[in-house]
């Protein structure tokens, strides 16, 4: 299993392209990936749970990336993330 934190710096939060980019990237990957948020669990594959956390500008949130190829997708999720 494999954690990280990632704060949210773009003003116009999580919106719908990078959460797009995010789902996308998670999805090609065979490792499960959660996003917490304020304490709540969200699927990190959906992109309608990723929307509906509605992360904006300073929120942290952690993400577990977990399953055989967790490596390589939490740094492509990483690589992802810093492209907003």
Do not use: Q, W
């Not at 954690?3 to 499960?32: Q, V, W």
């Not at 055989?68 to 810093?82: C, G, R």
């Amino acid at each position: 299993m494999k954690k990280f934190k990632y704060l949210i710096t773009s003003d116009e939060g999580l919106h719908a392209r990078p959460a797009a980019e995010f789902c996308k990237t998670a999805n090609k990957f065979e490792s499960s990936v959660t996003i917490i948020k304020d304490g709540d669990e969200y699927e990190g594959k959906s992109i309608l749970m990723v929307m509906s956390m509605g992360a904006v500008k300073g929120d942290l949130l952690e993400i577990i990336v977990n399953g055989i190829d967790e490596n390589e997708a939490s740094d492509e999720l990483i690589k992802t993330l810093n492209m907003e």
